[in-house]
């Protein structure tokens, strides 16, 4: 079963105005299947995981490219960064927009080669795995905090109970376990590391102990909706604290890390400057952790992070499927006031609480913290927010606050 992907728009109206699409972000999250769906029949299709073919790309990237000459869709790009000069060259010649489709699971190699030879003339379009809203065929948008742009939502969204919600959660975003319900998820989250492990990190001069490296991937598993303490993790690793930082950002640049960044403003004091980390999916996350099925994970003691990791991750990919960086924050200060989210647009803050809970109590009762913005030199207003939790409607908690349904995201 294909299902409809939401960034596909963004992709075609990408490649109307670049003569190259990098569509890039983790393995399996479905880059290769979105756009060999919407490739015309004319596009020639090649993948560089093929052995023979990567040798072709990487000592011959001219004759490779009259081989494959646009308008081509290359796999796994990143395996042959010899071909970016020779790409540079047809695209200033031929100046034809759409000309490349390239994909690239390892980002940290890719987004290096391609800006440094490709800048001005590639689109990059990042993508994670399955929304909520594509996994139920509702395609419900970007996420918006106004009431009324949440109420135009409801006729069209597919309402869950909690335990639908944490069966999505234990399962994750990946499209393959979607495709086909037979997929033994032990066998496929194993499979998954170990090719994760084996083929994008092992490569790396960061990463020489590939035991230690899976182990503190454990431990970023086990703190995800947490704020980021890079000696904590060196601790429970057992590694240095440089080690720790350049280990977490292979798992940033790789996609299997987000990092929301705290929200700052001049009148606001004592804010807490560490990001947030969250694992993008949280199907992977829970079988690090050992969670042997929804029931457990949803009685568990980490049940609120993880639905935090959900709610945020839905929220972070409504953006990026629209071609949006997502303009994502939080708020922590010394006295641990903190709001679980902030979406800043337009001069305008919109602050969000997420709970496990129908209506939590005295859940908006932090977002007083922000009030000395509205008086700075340069205002900023406090817009629409609210708490994303296990509501069944969208319920008013005073005049610019409501209670949202996680499903509505």
């Known amino acids: 079963m294909l299902i409809e992907r939401a960034v596909k728009d963004t992709i075609l109206e990408t490649s109307e105005t670049f003569p190259v699409v990098l569509l890039t972000g983790p393995r399996q999250v479905g ?9 015309e029949p004319s596009r020639k299709r090649v993948t560089l995981d093929n052995p023979t073919v990567r040798a072709l790309a990487k000592n011959d990237p001219e004759l490779f490219l009259q081989r494959y000459a646009p308008p081509v869709l290359i796999d796994e790009v ?9 790409i540079k060259i047809l695209v200033d010649k031929r100046k034809q927009c759409g000309d490349f489709w390239l994909t690239g699971s390892q980002m940290f190699r ?23 809203s594509e996994i139920n065929g509702t395609h419900l948008g970007v996420f918006s905090a106004d009431p ?44 998954y590391l170990d090719t994760y492990v084996s083929r994008d990190v092992r490569d790396l001069s960061q990463v020489g102990d590939e035991s230690a490296f899976l182990k503190f991937v454990k431990v970023v598993a086990a703190r995800t909706a947490t704020n980021l303490n890079y000696d904590a ?34 009148a606001l004091k004592r804010v807490i400057k560490a990001p947030r980390m969250y694992f993008s999916d949280t199907g992977l996350c829970a079988h690090l952790m050992g969670w042997g099925s929804p029931e ?10 993880f639905f935090e990791t959900w709610v945020v991750m839905e929220v972070y990919k409504s953006y990026l499927n629209a071609g949006v960086r997502p303009p994502l924050y939080f708020y922590r200060d010394s006295n641990r006031k903190e709001i679980d989210l902030i979406i800043y647009q337009n001069g305008t803050v919109h602050p969000l609480e997420i709970k496990k809970g129908s209506a939590p109590k005295d859940a908006i009762k932090n977002f007083s913290v ?35 349904p996680a499903w509505i995201i």
């Open 233 to 266: 993790l060196a601790t429970e690793t057992g590694v240095s604290g440089p080690t720790a930082k350049s280990w977490l950002s292979i798992l940033v640049s790789s996609g299997i890390v987000t990092l929301i960044e705290p929200y700052f403003n001049n």
């Open 31 to 39: 880059k290769s299947t979105l756009l060999e769906s919407l490739a």
């Open 296 to 305: 457990v994970l949803e009685n568990s003691s980490m049940s609120g992070e």
């Open 148 to 191: 009324q742009a949440l109420l135009s939502k409801l006729p069209a969204a597919k309402p869950m109970s909690v335990t639908e919600i944490f069966e999505r959660i234990f399962c994750g975003s990946m499209p393959r376990l979607y495709e086909n319900s037979k997929v033994n998820l032990n066998t496929y989250f194993e499979s």
């Open 370 to 404: 922000l009030n000395p913005i509205q008086e700075a030199k340069i205002k900023t207003e406090i817009g629409a927010g609210g708490v994303i939790c296990l509501a069944s409607d969208v319920v008013p908690i005073n005049a610019k606050n409501n209670y949202i």
């Open 110 to 132: 890719t987004m290096k080669n391609v800006t440094e030879t490709l800048a001005g003339r590639v689109g990059v379009i990042p993508i994670l795995g399955l929304s909520n």
């Open 78 to 86: 990143q395996y042959a960064p010899e071909l970016f000069p020779y």
